[in-house]
């Protein structure tokens, strides 16, 4: 399959409903085919790290949303998206239909405007489930990726959390230097 280098910037930005989610493109532009399959959406309780993420209790109601992102029909990546329940609880956000023109674009149509992130990466070995779910061997590192959205007033609006076989990816930031 080879390396797959990607950028945070696709997936930050609003789009119109009639542009197909950011994966999908981004794959498409580089001749390949990208899918995803979500596998839950609705209210869970936040797991610690989630929780003093999004700010909410520890054990506090969360909307998640799991996906599998695929790449030529091969697990590429496991995204769990986190958001408040004051953001997301009772819209599209919560349930499993995919989302025209992407969830980032539903917050902005729901007035939840991004304008910070910060990500931390790390790697480490996958639990049974990631290594299962991904098609790795045993000895195969994961990367993980945990992404934090805030929006204007600095509040937290969705917290990604990515894990991705570490010798498929290659991760790229470009920062402008104001």
């Known amino acids: 399959m080879g390396e797959w280098v990607s950028s945070s910037r696709p997936y930050l930005t609003a789009?119109?409903?009639?542009?197909?989610?950011?994966?999908?493109?981004?794959?498409?532009?580089?001749g390949r085919r990208g899918t995803q399959r979500i596998t839950h959406a609705?209210?869970?309780?936040?797991?610690?790290?989630?929780?003093?993420?999004?700010?909410?209790?520890?054990?506090?109601?969360?909307?998640?949303?799991?996906?599998?992102?695929?790449?030529?029909?091969?697990?590429?990546?496991?995204?769990?998206?986190?958001?408040?329940?004051?953001?997301?609880?009772?819209?599209?956000?919560?349930?499993?239909?995919?989302?025209?023109?992407?969830?980032?674009?539903?917050?902005?149509?729901?007035?939840?405007?991004g304008v910070r992130v910060s990500e931390d990466v790390s790697a480490r070995m996958p639990t049974e489930d990631e290594r299962e779910a991904l098609r790795t061997s045993t000895d195969e590192p994961v990367l993980q990726l945990t992404r934090v959205t805030l929006d204007e007033a600095d509040q937290p609006i969705q917290v990604d959390r990515m894990?991705?076989?570490?010798h498929r990816q290659r991760l790229r930031y470009e920062l402008r230097i104001d």
Do not use: C, N, Q
Not at 18 to 25: E, F, M, V
Not at 53 to 78: A, H, S, W, Y
Not at 94 to 100: S, W, Y
């Open 42 to 113: 609705g209210v869970v309780p936040a797991p610690s790290e989630i929780a003093t993420l999004l700010g909410t209790p520890d054990g506090g109601d969360v909307v998640v949303r799991r996906r599998i992102m695929f790449l030529d029909d091969l697990p590429f990546e496991l995204t769990d998206t986190y958001y408040p329940t004051r953001v997301a609880a009772g819209t599209r956000l919560a349930e499993t239909a995919k989302i025209p023109g992407g969830a980032v674009s539903l917050l902005a149509e729901l007035g939840h405007v």
């Open 15 to 30: 789009r119109s409903s009639g542009h197909g989610d950011p994966w999908s493109t981004e794959a498409s532009a580089r």
């Open 163 to 166: 894990v991705m076989p570490a």
